[in-house]
């Protein structure tokens, strides 16, 4: 492979800035990482982050909205943006030698996105039905009201789009001033992989950035969540003939020595699952333990398990589609006893030599396309370092049955975990009228 | 930084780097080499899709595929994927209408045993009666949760439309009452007689040189005969609506309705194909969602999403907008819309918003052909419309010919505002 070693710098403003250059193709991916996201709202403003997401793509004065849109589109790149928990991005992949726009841009709307009243209000409406949508959706739904129930003072508490009542109060100055608080160089990390020269780059990110104020974001770090003292059951009532479960237990943060163990965990149960956001993919997992007991015992239809890698404790969920005629607590049932197998110790070094070889492949999978490389060039800075990226599967290999062991007796314990279901009303749909 | 010469589209795939060969058995064997990454993909199709469907087992192509890794005469359910997760392999089966696609992908080092068990199960499929069922309630629960699926709902409905007594009318997944009348004799005689290396696809894109790759497959299916296998049946014509046609799905307890509007497009090998997908940039894709997103998302706040879509196949297509918006506006959005598809099929397209989108087209060809599984993709398209294996390095060319009057012709033949399927689902409308 024709890659350099990736390049690790901060301007004297604060902006951290890592290069990774590849030249296999004639194409750059850059993103714009900003330490702000739905853990950083407070009750009131649930949902800004998001907010101010969409906002920067109504422009700037040097790159009005629409102008903006079409030059990247024009060049035949694609670009778009994220919030989530801990952070929003930004990205622009395009051919090499456009790159340059994207870099202008970024540095742009960095500073000056405008804010303009009416764009405001346009907007407020897109993200309500982008809401409606989700709301359309059963699992959006008994996932929303598990997270509620698992985080009752941690801002985790809510979900990245945010309240409805929020999404209906929110004003220009608040959505302005959460923007002029978090974008910031200092805030941000700026991440380019692809057909570059690493020193060129450099000398125009400080042409671009160099003269901005590092901005001040205060040292932020919410009260986590008071460990749980007992198990939460809930459930969440609505329309359909499909009832779902799903199990939310307080997992260890990203940057913990445990994370790598519950990676392993969340691989021997639901099956193996890669971070990658682009081209990364999971493998099936019909002979994950779950799948064996509860797809194969005619209990579930489909079972999956997810853990996220955060800056704070976060969840790790395992989410199930009960089979008609059956039921959610048989299900548990089934779960808990798997989980006891876990906690006694049941895991032989052989399952453990299979999880390390499924995350290598999602590895290279992963490493086929650009934009997935600069991806991990930023998102591992989110929550931990680059260096957690690079140990990833090597510290996968350190995991021992004796740490699977204790991570189960440690995490998995109902104390630990809110039991929510999904229970379908049985209305009918489907009435076509003619109009 | 280094420029985008003309001359790297010739690193896109091309008659120098993809080899083509046709087994003697029927099955064309498409390959290109790629030492980037240490992985491989395969992909592929087989002439065996829902078009042979009997309309009171329809689902059962699907429900055949879905089958052939479920268990096979060497190995058991959970041999078959315990043998290829261990190894973070992937192979998965899917229906069309017309194929039964596959696609897979493994570490360089296990293609061959990708390509064994591609070939034992499409070649040695045993149906257990156990797995039968199993897969019988997940595929029920999926048309469950379809049942409520708002922009599914919409979907099948403006099939049913504007593809009328036709096989593009019919739901691959078919109906719960279809599904559970299915039998394993069913299966077993689908496969029967279906499956077989006539028409048959298969492509290799990754860390293996060509030669092998052929040998792999060779191997693999080379030996493999099936006399039975009959040919496709012919299509029926499609009659265009005359009128439009308005439905309503109400579906209790949604927040949100989902709107699709549109009519029959272009087939792929139509020469109308190329200004139609321009044109279909401009409507509802071009930078935040076209002409389409700009009036109802960007000026009119009443969608996060609304765009359009056209879908070509081989017998004809569909040019469609989709929207998700509030019960309330329903209405409003589709005035909206159908001013803009007013516009689109009267007034040539704009000679800037032509460029803009042409460039789009142009630029983004190598993002898109970046990875394997893009480049297995193009391959596929390659073969399947017959396109020509130097397509992608014409390709600037070929979109660089299209004019404005070229995008209103063919706006003007598929897209009339008075003959369009308009199809909402979500909670019931109010009728005032």
Redesign the interface.
Known sequence: MTSTPVTFTQLPNGLTIHLKEIHTAPIISHWVWYRVGSRNETPGITGISHWVEHMMFKGTKMFPSGVLDKAISREGGYWNAFTYLDWTTYFETLPADKIDLALRLEANRMVETEFVPEEVDSERTVIISERQGHENEPLFRLGEAVQKAAFRSHPYHHEVIGEVEDLQKITRDDLYNHYRGHYNPSNAVVALAGDFDTQAMLARLQELYGNMPAGNVPEYHPALEAPQSAEQRLEVSGPGHTTYLQLAYRAPAAAHPDFFAFSVLDSLLTGATGLNMFGGGGVSNKTSRLYRKLVEGELVVNVSGGLQATLDPFLYDITATVRPGRTPQEALSVIDSEIQRLQDGQVSAEEIARAIKQARALFAYGSENITNQAFWLGYAEMFDHYAWFEQYTERLAQVTAQDIQRAAQEYLVPSNRVVGAYLPTGEESGEEEEE | ????QPA?WK?LPGPEDITLVTLPNGISVLTRSNF????VVIAGYLASGSLFDPDDRLGLAQFTALSLMRGTQRQN??QI??S???????L?FGTSVHNVSFGG???AEDLPLLMRLLSEALRTPTFPLDQVE?LR??L???L??R????AD?ASL?FDKIIFAGHPYSRPEDGYPETIARITRDDLQAFHRVQYGPQGMVVVVVGAVEPQRAIDLVQQALGDWQNPRQPDAPEMPAIIPLEAS????????????SDLVMGTIGPARCSPEFLPASLGNSILGQ???MGRIG?VV?????????ASTSLNAWIATGSWEVTA???PANVQRATDLILSELARFSTEPVTKEELE?SQ?????????SL????GVANALINLYRFQLGLDYYQRYPQLVQSVTPEMVLEAARTYLHPDRLAIVSA?PALDKN
């Open positions: 930084m280094r420029a985008l790297n690193t980037n990454s240490p992985s359910f959970q994927y315990d290829i997760e261990s190894v973070g392999a992937t998965g992908r493994a570490l199993r309630a997940q029920l629960s999926h469950a949760i049942a409520q699926d708002t709902l409905e046609v308005r439905r309503q799905i109400d579906v209790p307890g949604k927040v949100q071009f930078g935040m700009d998302r960007e000026r009119a706040g009443l969608a996060y999403h998700g918006v509030n803009d460039a789009n087209f142009v630029g983004r060809l190598p993002l970046e990875s394997n599984g979500g």
